[in-house]
């Protein structure tokens, strides 16, 4: 099974609310990703988790607040975002951080006005 | 000059047809490459994952990495409707070095 899944898949937010992305995975993996996607442009990495510590930070602002409770979970706190900040939010994992084949979930696509 | 470099396209072919995407990159140290389908709307799937140069064959889907010419290539035989989607390259030198996108190619395979 090398399914992600992530909640919930669409999401509306005024600039002034806070809200936070689930993404989970049962496959074992010790490497999990954020990514945002524009319209027809490829994934941009955000965050990236490896045995649940952050190990990479890809300059992100900190109105974006990446959590990883456990190895299977990983959230996404949000909070006074910009209207620029819409996009399609994406989370893969990978067994490791050596391990190049990253699985991607069917995203959260946010909104914000 | 981007690391790796992608057709956008739209590229538009008959339902039956040979379909060719293609990479270029410029990194030499790049060892793992990775080709992902998008659906509209949806995250990328994982369609191929080949390690240095060489073919790799998986039902209609063939990948090919020359390392010398810096190229890799994605065959899709027999194209269906069902395959119209955007079609990324990925690839990545290993060792924990994050993964460097193309920009996609927006593949429609017409009925």
């Known amino acids: 099974d090398t399914e992600v899944t992530q909640t919930p898949k669409h999401l509306v937010m005024g600039m002034t609310n806070k809200k936070s992305l689930k993404c989970e995975q049962h496959?074992?993996?010790?490497?999990m990703y954020w990514y945002k996607q524009k319209a027809k442009k490829p994934p941009e990495l955000m965050f990236v988790?490896?045995?649940?510590?952050?190990?990479i930070n890809e300059s992100v602002p900190s109105r974006f607040s990446p959590e990883c409770p456990n190895s299977s979970l990983l959230n996404l706190h949000l909070h006074a975002l910009q209207p620029e900040d819409s996009a399609l939010y994406l989370c893969?994992?990978?067994?490791?951080?050596?391990?190049?084949?990253?699985?991607f979930g069917p995203g959260t696509r946010l909104l914000v006005l | 000059q981007k690391e790796v470099e992608q057709d956008p396209g739209p590229l538009s072919v008959p339902e039956g047809a040979i379909v060719s995407l293609n990479c270029t990159y410029s990194?030499?140290?790049?060892?793992?490459f990775m080709w992902y389908r998008q659906y509209s709307r949806k995250g990328p799937e994982l369609l191929m994952y080949?390690?240095?140069?060489g073919n790799k064959e998986d039902g209609r889907f063939t990948a090919q990495v020359d390392k010398s010419s810096k190229y890799i290539s994605l065959f899709i035989r027999d194209s269906q409707p069902s395959d119209s989607a955007t079609y990324l390259c990925?690839?990545?030198?290993?060792?924990?070095?994050?993964?460097?996108f193309g920009q996609g190619t927006r593949l429609t395979i017409n009925p």
């Open positions: 893969a994992s990978s067994r490791d951080r050596n391990q190049e084949t990253q699985y």
């Open positions: 496959m074992g993996h010790r490497a």
């Open positions: 988790y490896s045995y649940e510590k952050l190990s």
């Open positions: 990194n030499s140290a790049f060892q793992y």
């Open positions: 080949t390690y240095s140069s």
């Open positions: 990925a690839m990545s030198a290993g060792g924990a070095q994050k993964l460097v």
